[in-house]
């Protein structure tokens, strides 16, 4: 029988993937919040993930964990399947760590865990796409002011 911190280190493993090469290398090892933030919030969440995984699938604990990570993966602008895709990975480790989980149980608890995932990114995606055009709309109306002020007709 695998234990949860089995399931959630190849999973942080599998998530780390996403960045490539040294960071996630560095994702993996460095333990300080500080110096890994990144990593950090990974290993935090996963591990509050894969309790609700085991567990009740409480999905106010789910959504605010995918929150933090999405959040992350949303501002290193990543397609959804590489922000999202970890989630699926899921699968084979579950498979081979957990082989007395019923599959169809397992199946369930992934995709709810997926729609999640997927939801949060999504609206971490809306958040940064308003605050973009909030930023444009007030230079836009910086500009109007300046040239207003100087006489001229407004754009």
Request: hydrophobic letters at 50%; a positive charge; one cysteine or more.
């Amino acid at each position: 029988m695998a234990t949860p911190a089995t399931v959630e280190e190849r999973w942080l493993a599998a998530a780390a993937t996403v960045s490539g090469g040294l960071i996630a290398a560095h994702t993996l090892t460095e333990r300080d919040p500080f110096r890994n933030p990144i990593g950090h919030v990974l290993r935090r969440n996963l591990a509050a993930l894969v309790r609700e995984f085991f567990g009740a699938m409480d999905e106010a604990a789910i959504d605010a964990a995918f929150g933090e990570i999405m959040a992350l993966r949303s501002i290193q602008d990543l397609s959804v399947e590489r922000a999202v895709g970890f989630v699926f990975r899921l699968r084979g480790i579950v498979r081979e760590e957990a082989p007395q989980m019923q599959p169809a149980e397992a199946e369930a608890r992934i995709d709810r865990l997926a729609i999640s995932a997927f939801t949060q990114y999504l609206a971490c995606r809306e958040r940064l796409a308003d605050l973009k055009l909030n930023e444009q709309l007030r230079a836009l109306g910086v500009a109007r002011r300046r040239t207003a002020h100087r006489g001229g007709a407004p754009a």
